[in-house]
């Protein structure tokens, strides 16, 4: 068994900064893409940010030069640092990781519960 836990949401006022966590738990061999998605009210979900086990990461273009992902492949953690944060970006954000457990013969999808970021203008 593997669980996600996110946290780090909340509200903050436009131009302010946010750091998201999610950690994986469980039954875990290996971990390959660590992911940021967000969907706001009435859209479809979108990538935010996305990170390979290899090392390369990729951005919306709406959030380049803004937002940091990192990850932590020791400790199954995968970070969203958040800065010069706008009102588009209020969503609900969700962690994605491909993991390899040791109790399956191939990798999977884990999706975080999510976690609210709210930017008020």
């Known amino acids: 068994q593997v669980q996600l836990a996110e946290s780090g949401g909340g509200l903050v006022q436009a131009g302010g900064s946010l750091r998201l966590s999610c950690a994986a738990s469980g039954s875990i061999f290996s971990t390959d893409a660590m992911d940021w998605y967000r969907q706001a009210p009435g859209k479809q979900r979108e990538l935010v940010a996305g990170?390979?086990?290899?090392?390369?990461?990729k951005y919306a273009d709406s959030v380049k030069g803004r937002f940091t992902i990192s990850r932590d492949d020791a400790t199954n953690t995968v970070y969203l640092q958040m800065h010069s944060l706008k009102p588009e970006d209020t969503g609900s954000y969700y962690c994605?990781?491909?993991?390899?457990?040791?109790?399956?013969?191939?990798?999977?999808?884990?999706w975080g519960q999510g976690t609210q970021v709210t930017v008020s203008s």
């Open positions: 990170s390979t086990s290899g090392g390369s990461t």
């Open positions: 994605h990781l491909y993991i390899y457990s040791t109790d399956a013969f191939k990798g999977r999808d884990y």
